[in-house]
């Protein structure tokens, strides 16, 4: 039988471990804030001060209640790593470039950036996209496909 699976808070949950985790909590909290309003209540003077701390026991209560359940119910989550195609990356540069304008050097960047960019393995591609940004030539180089340039020389005709 397969477990259902919920998302909640942006986690995925099995719904039959959230009621279990639901039951758990309660109990152990609301455990510990009677066992605790019981056993104070000969302690302290004032019911309300001894209200007061049961609740504070009540609240350690709920952690440790979420202790069991992370012990007890392991996460349903599946992480799969891909590799991303390099064409793809390259294509996003250009994106990122005609949306925002230029994207600046990596010379520009403080020595902690840098580090963080090549330990995700990210420093090479923006290297290579700089790179190609200086080597080619821009649109005022390029002349269209069956266009006549005139050049003029000084002191010559055209």
């Known amino acids: 039988m397969k477990p259902e699976l919920f998302e909640v808070w942006g986690d ?23 066992t605790a309003q019981h056993l104070l209540l000969g302690w302290v003077e004032s019911a309300q001060m001894a209200r007061a701390y049961a609740m504070l026991v009540g609240i350690v209560g709920c952690l440790v209640g979420g202790g069991i359940c ?25 994106e990122l470039q005609n949306e925002f304008g230029p994207l600046g050097s990596l010379a520009d ?22 790179k190609s940004l200086h080597c080619a030539p821009s649109n005022a180089d390029v002349a269209p496909a069956g266009a006549v340039l005139a050049v003029s020389v000084p002191g010559g005709r055209p």
């Open 70 to 94: 992370a012990a007890l119910f392991k996460p349903k989550r599946n992480v799969v790593e891909q590799l991303a195609d390099p064409a793809w990356r390259a294509k996003i540069l250009v």
């Open 109 to 130: 960047l403080p020595a902690a950036t840098i580090a963080e960019l090549k330990e995700m393995d990210l420093y090479d591609l923006f290297a290579d996209y700089e």
């Open 12 to 34: 995925t949950v099995d719904g039959r471990h959230l009621l279990y985790s639901i039951a758990i909590g309660a109990l152990v909290s609301l455990g510990a804030f009677s």
